[in-house]
């Protein structure tokens, strides 16, 4: 198992961890491809990525189509992603990604959160050479063979395929996403879920005292209805 594996692992999903903020940062990705390439999921790749997460994230089918319309409509103002980087106490890299309709606002709240937490907002380009930018789909496994998959998909940009319990799971540099999607489409492979992360480079190990101090400043981040991801290269603790 490579890195990939590895991270997700350790992170397991954490960001998705409350449901009322998935459903926020689902709805915001739909204005999103909405306002990109309409809404009509058939002729928008983007959307049609962002409805499989909402299904799985069991978002209600209502609550989809009602944010496909509202961020249809004219007044319907659009969100603008926005990436922080900084570091948090012990020398951890933190990388924000944010979806924001007040820049201001939200610059303000996340230099705040650094300053309380003992970090340091860096500026752009200061960690984000650290961590790889990678996509990746959970695909339905049902008559598929994870090694099948890696062999077919490795001239579309895969890197990693390894099987969980929810699924296949590829992993590919971020440039790759369309590519893949059009193929996987192609075959009526089902999509359960894909999407976008940051993946360390290489990790730090702290104390479980530096730990604490790191997690502060993260779970501030991760409260904050603007910051849709949060990525960082502390070891995370595995149970």
């Known amino acids: 198992m490579g890195r990939a594996f590895e991270f997700r692992k350790a992170r397991k999903m954490k960001r998705w961890s409350a449901m009322s903020k998935a459903f926020t940062r689902i709805g915001k990705d739909i204005v999103m491809a909405v306002k990109e390439g309409g809404p009509d999921p058939d002729s928008n790749s983007r959307l049609r990525a962002v409805i499989q997460n909402a299904k799985a994230v069991n978002m209600p089918k209502d609550n989809v189509e009602r944010a496909i319309k509202k961020a249809s409509e004219k007044d319907q103002g659009d969100y603008k992603e926005v990436i922080f980087e900084g570091y948090a106490p012990h020398g951890i890299a933190i990388l924000v990604e944010t979806a924001t309709d007040n820049n201001t606002r939200?610059?303000?709240?996340?230099?705040?959160?650094?300053?309380?937490?003992?970090?340091?907002?860096?500026?752009?380009?200061?960690?984000?050479?650290?961590?790889?930018?990678?996509?990746?789909?959970?695909?339905?496994?049902e008559g598929l063979?994870?090694?099948d998959i890696e062999l077919e998909f490795i001239d579309f940009g895969a890197e990693e395929v390894f099987a969980d319990d929810d699924g296949i799971l590829i992993y590919a540099p971020f440039e790759s996403f369309g590519a893949i999607q059009a193929e996987l489409e192609s075959r009526e492979i089902e999509i359960l879920s894909s999407g976008f992360e940051r993946i360390p480079q290489v990790t730090k190990t702290l104390s479980a005292e530096a730990v604490v101090d790191v997690?502060?400043?993260?779970?501030?981040?991760?409260?904050?209805?603007?910051?849709?991801?949060?990525?960082?290269?502390?070891?995370?603790?595995?149970?």
């Open 106 to 141: 939200t610059v303000a709240n996340v230099r705040s959160y650094f300053n309380k937490c003992d970090g340091s907002l860096g500026t752009s380009g200061s960690v984000v050479f650290m961590f790889d930018h990678t996509c990746n789909f959970r695909i339905n496994a």
């Open 145 to 147: 063979d994870p090694e």
């Open 215 to 239: 997690e502060k400043l993260l779970e501030k981040l991760e409260e904050d209805d603007d910051v849709q991801n949060v990525f960082h290269n502390m070891e995370e603790q595995t149970e």
